[in-house]
Every structure is written in C-alpha cells, then in structure tokens.
C-alpha cells in the first residue's frame, strides 16, 4: 500500500531571519506534487500531538513551560529558537506528524512525516532548534500502544541524536543508533546504544560502509520490529552546519540501504527529516524529497 504523508502548512512557524529553513516542508511537499510521485490523496493533515504524548518523553515541569511561556532566558537561548506560543502549537502538530506516522507504518509497512526528526530536545529542556523530541514520542507512542516491543532508531543527521540517546538511555526496548560529524554540535554527546563519529570530511564511501555495518548490528542483535528514520540531509556536502562531503548520490544510496534493510526483512519504518541548511534551500528539499520517493517506492513493493 502507498504510505500516508503527514503534512501541514501549519508546521512552518514565523522564527524571523535564522538558519533553520521551515519553508523546506512547503518546498518539499510542493517537490513531491510536481516530481508525480505523490498525489493530493497520499497526503493527510495530521492532528497535534496531546499533552499526553509529550509526557512519554518530557517531564510535566518542561511541558508546562513550553505552554505558559515560561522559559528562562537561559532554557530560550539553548534552544536557539525565539519563544512563541505559535512555535509551541506547531510543535506539538509536527510531533503530531511522527506520531501518526508510526501509527501508519504499522498498518501500511512505511510511515512518513514531512517534517520531524527533531531529536536534541531532551526531558527536560528543548535545544539545537527541537522543541519536543517527537522522535521520542513516536517511539513511546509505539511502545505505549502495543505497536512494537522493540524499536530501533537510525539518526543520520549530522549532528549527534542527544535527546533521543538521552530520553532512551536505560531502555532496553528501545536500540538508538546515531551516526554523524563527530566534531560538530551537540559538544556533550550522551552514549547511544551505537554511536558511529565520523572525521571531518568523510564521504559517501567511509559513511556507507560504516552505515551497512551498523545496520548488520541492529538487525541481527536486536531484531526491531519498527524503525524510526532520522533522514537528516545535513551531511550533504555544501550544508552550511555540516562539516561531512557526502553528494545527493550519496545520500541516495543511504536512503535506500537502510529502507532495504527494513523492507527486506518486513519491518515497518517511519521517516522523518531533520535537519538540512544547505547553501540552497532547493538542494535541501530535494534531498528531503528523493528520500520520500524512495520510501514511497518501498511502500508500493510490500
């Protein structure tokens, strides 16, 4: 069956002049209508997150801040987004993306959200651009409803998945794997259940056999029965946060090992896309938007 593709132009929220490119989810939907390989049909307006959602993952303390705009001006700066009772309700609709995205995935083999994967954001405290952890949450979410015992994240952004490493750290259902740019932000990086930190420069071949090997681990030792997707196109070579030289190619050919990897051995996978701050915004969607096509081809062939 054709995957769902959780979208709204309600996920852009007005943060003023920053790097961080929340047009890319219009642009990529936009990319996806005129490339044909999706319709209006495949694609669904998700409902937000709910409180309830949020509390898998973060604590009752941070959730009442983020909606009574509370944050210190600490807590704001490290989040490096300016507060705003907007950017807390798109927030919560993006996380609500992931969330049915996961909830998809079981019943169709693929679930994808044009928007998520914002995994710095910790229990306690947002960072690093993420609001809330909805990678997290779409994992809790999985576990809570009886979806999956066991859920594997595979986080390639190029930044290090802290809060998702963090919120899972002594949960034993849940495999967290993160490879990145090991000289790049998050300075502190919490032990994943596998961390691959790759020198500046790597490229597509370093990256790659490095990916394949990790992915032979998390199979064959942990046997997921539901993959979260972290489909960051921050190691492109001409990102301006990333320090990696992988090309489209490149991350092409990662997207398909890991949906291979999934599919192949049935195992239902969600994609969500992180970040991206190419020198060109198109050359962002576009990697966001072949990633998609890729996972909406697998989703046809299951």
Known sequence: MRPVLFYSDDYEADIGPHIFPMR???????????????????????????????????????????????????????????????????????????????????????GVNIAGGLHHAFPDHGEGFCVLNDVAMGVARALEDGLAARVATVDCDVHQGNGTAAIFAHDERVFTFSIHQEHNYPMAKPSSTLDIGLPDGAGGPLYLSNLESALDTIFSEFSPEMVLYVAGADPYEHDLLGGLTLTKQDLADRDEAIMSACASRGVPFVVTLAGGYAERTSDTAEIHAAAIARAITTGESL
Do not use: C, W
């Open 24 to 110: 890319k989810y219009r642009l990529v939907k936009e990319q996806l209508l005129e490339m044909g390989v999706a319709t209006p049909e495949d694609i669904a307006e998700p409902d937000a997150a709910t409180v309830e959602d949020a509390l898998l993952v973060h604590t009752q303390m941070y959730v009442a801040k983020l909606l009574n705009g509370t944050l210190s001006p600490l807590e704001e700066a490290t989040l490096e987004l300016p507060y705003s009772k907007e950017l807390v309700e798109k927030s919560f609709l993006g996380a609500g993306g992931t969330v049915a995205a996961v909830r998809s995935s079981f019943e169709r083999g693929v």
